[in-house]
């Protein structure tokens, strides 16, 4: 099903029969309101032009993000950017009253400030909701108290003041988010080191099936895709525990597995470069010597 496309935040107020906006580029809105809104023919897939910050408790289904679904019984943040897809999937059961907030930020509202250039490096943003932030209830009234604050500040009288003080305050809340991702990833030591664990088993596969490296090299999304993750989530992680990105955690792989070849087999440079998915054997002999400090040859010979 062809998703509905929201192009502003004034039609978002519309299609959930909520009052116009007080600023038609920026709006808190309550989360019950809009769940009470919701009917069958509600579209159950959106798209917008604008940024979407949400806490949502009592959500009527599920909200895939990666790994598996969760419901949202404890605090659960997500972020959207503009033209990315949100899908819920509802769910039959007892109703569970809805709580929670949706922070809206068209582009326009921060075009030619601070922030129009420094949202882009919040990696969480690209995680397509793939992966949710869990809040403990204390950063939960953290990123509460900041909420409001845009929400006063923008419902009061509209000064020169005003844009820069919400826009400070919108940078306080995703430094905060930030933080405690950086935290989950520590905290959530059980779920992410499975996750690890997949991603070594995925590369060990890759690299002793032929019907894979016929495909060349596993790139970043590859992995990303099997493992069900975002290819900014599964970085963001890697560099946490391991202090590497994807691509160099693939190559360290890489490496590894060519080094046993060299080690235990007499196959030549170029077939082992070509049993490893690579084009020209080339490539994977500049890649080794980067790795290494040693050409593959070098390497081998060492052994002698």
Do not use: C
């Amino acid at each position: 099903m062809k998703p509905y496309h929201i192009r502003s935040i004034s039609e978002f107020h519309r299609l959930n029969n909520l009052p116009l906006p007080d600023h038609p580029l920026i709006s808190v809105v309550d989360y019950a309101q809009v769940a009470a809104a919701k009917t069958a023919d509600s579209p159950k897939a959106l798209v917008f032009d604008y940024y979407s910050i949400s806490i949502k408790r009592g959500l009527s289904g599920k909200m895939i993000y990666g790994q598996q679904a969760y419901d949202f019984d404890e605090g659960v943040m997500y972020f959207l950017a503009p033209g990315q897809v949100l899908q819920a999937t509802p769910a039959a059961g007892p109703h569970v009253q809805p709580s929670g907030w949706i922070l809206l930020i068209h582009p326009d509202f921060i075009w030619n400030t601070s922030l129009a250039k420094s949202i882009k490096k919040y990696e969480y943003f690209d995680y397509s909701v793939h992966e949710a932030l869990f809040l403990s209830d204390r950063e939960e009234a953290t990123i509460h108290t900041i909420v409001q604050h845009i929400k006063q500040e923008y419902h009061a009288n509209i000064d020169q003041f005003s844009q820069n003080i919400i826009i400070s305050q919108i940078e306080t809340l995703l430094n905060y988010a930030e933080r405690f991702y950086q935290r989950q990833f520590i905290t959530r030591k059980k779920s992410n080191h499975l996750l690890l664990t997949r991603l070594e088993k995925l590369l060990d596969d890759y690299f002793t099936d032929e019907a894979h490296l016929s495909k060349g090299l596993p790139t970043v999304q590859f992995v990303a895709d099997a493992l069900h993750v975002s290819p900014g989530y599964l970085s963001s992680l890697l560099k946490v525990h391991t202090g590497e990105s994807t691509q160099q955690h693939i190559h360290n792989k890489l490496i590894q597995k060519a080094k046993e070849k060299l080690s235990t087999t007499d196959l030549s440079v170029s077939e082992i470069a070509y049993a490893l998915g690579f084009e020209h054997s080339q490539s994977f002999s500049k890649l080794f010597k980067t790795k290494t400090a040693l050409t593959p040859l070098a390497f081998r010979q060492s052994f002698n």
